[in-house]
């Protein structure tokens, strides 16, 4: 059902015919979708997409948390070749002794960002639970699904293509160059390496409702969207969690992809409401955002009882959202520039030194 909706997440990486002495990489990859040609075609994507980890379940000992936490260390294990799809879903079975299930989703970020990747879940647990809710069985008219694959760069960024690429030839996002040469010394979250057990900071595992609620009201008195609101409270989070007295200066730089081209509307004049017309793309867009002198925000009371911590996070927002406000035509022109700027970016992070 979410592939007939969004047969994007079927689309894989494909290649040229190579020879047998060039291995395969990113360069030369298109992404390609394949209709299905007969029922044994369905049957083999189901069972490339979907896996099921009962063995995961037997060696936790029938504790669905804890074979959650063993599938997904074994995902996150470096791989020794190109991904060629982008769009997997592990199911955690339950046991004879309880109900509870999991599922736990690979998703390649060519196709998924951060917060498309919650969607895409959404999206998936609303059609199991109206496969559930149904006895009637589903016919789907493949083939017919490709009217709904999101239209290609060119046909939906704001900046209308044109061979004429003289006002965009040497475009380099704002401030990137001085954001790669930045010396970085705002401490992240003490992170063990991937293939060990996952840990936390104690400091908060979910956002209460009521602390939602004041986060929204704060964006909209600042005029600022949720997205900087919450990068800013991410900020603030670290300068309180983490010893700086050692750092007189804390400055930090980072490269989010906030563009709104996710399960989205991504035509005008639709009802974002209305989700028969929401498309999963390709992400699209690229931003950089630095924030010099974060010590001046660090307080001998960092709880949120303190009111000047709630003015902290607004004027952090505020100067995110002017930075992002700033890069606006950046996203909007982006097929103009995006493949040399992927290009400047694999040399910057490939090239050994």
């Given amino acids: 059902m979410l592939r007939f909706d969004h047969p994007v997440i079927a689309c894989k990486l494909a290649w040229p015919e190579l020879k047998d002495s060039i291995a395969a990489s990113f360069v030369g990859a298109r992404f390609a979708y394949q209709v299905f040609g007969c029922k044994d075609d369905e049957d083999e994507w189901i069972s490339q997409t979907v896996t099921v980890h009962g063995e995961a379940v037997r060696a936790a000992g029938g504790d669905i948390e804890t ?46 960002d951060a917060i498309g990747a919650f969607q895409t879940l959404d999206l998936l647990n609303e059609r199991i639970a109206r496969a559930l809710g149904s006895r009637d069985e589903v016919v789907f008219d493949w083939g017919a699904e490709v009217t709904l694959l999101a239209e290609p760069p060119p046909e939906r960024a704001k900046v209308p293509w044109s061979s004429d690429r003289s006002n965009h030839e040497s475009f380099v996002p704002e401030g990137h160059i001085e954001a790669l040469r930045l010396n970085k010394t705002l401490p992240g979250v003490p992170y063990s390496h991937r293939s060990e057990p996952r840990i936390g900071t104690g400091v908060m595992k979910t956002v209460p409702e009521e602390s939602l609620e004041r986060l929204l009201q704060a964006a909209r008195k600042r005029g600022c969207t949720l997205f900087s609101i919450l990068l800013a409270v991410m900020l603030l989070t670290l300068l309180r969690t983490n010893s700086l007295e050692d750092i007189p200066e804390i400055n930090t730089a980072f490269y989010p992809a906030p563009v709104n081209l996710r399960a989205k509307h991504l035509k005008p004049n639709l009802n974002p409401r209305d989700r028969t017309q929401w498309r999963i793309a390709n992400v699209l867009g690229f931003e ?34 002017d930075q992002g406000d700033r890069q606006r035509f950046c996203n909007d022109s982006i097929i103009y520039w995006a493949d040399q700027f992927l290009q400047m970016q694999m040399w910057s992070v490939v090239i050994p030194r």
Avoid at 70 to 91: C, I, N
């Fill in 288 to 321: 950089t955002y630095i924030l010099r002198n974060l010590e001046r925000f660090v307080r001998p009371d960092m709880s949120t009882k303190n009111p000047q911590i709630v003015d902290d996070v607004g004027t952090l927002a505020q100067m995110i959202r």
């Fill in 67 to 112: 074979a959650i936490s063993l599938v997904t260390q074994e995902l996150g294990r470096p791989a020794d070749k190109p991904p060629t799809v982008f769009f997997e879903v592990h199911v955690i079975p339950a046991t004879l002794h309880s109900s509870s299930c999991g599922i736990v989703l690979r998703l390649g970020h060519s196709i998924f």
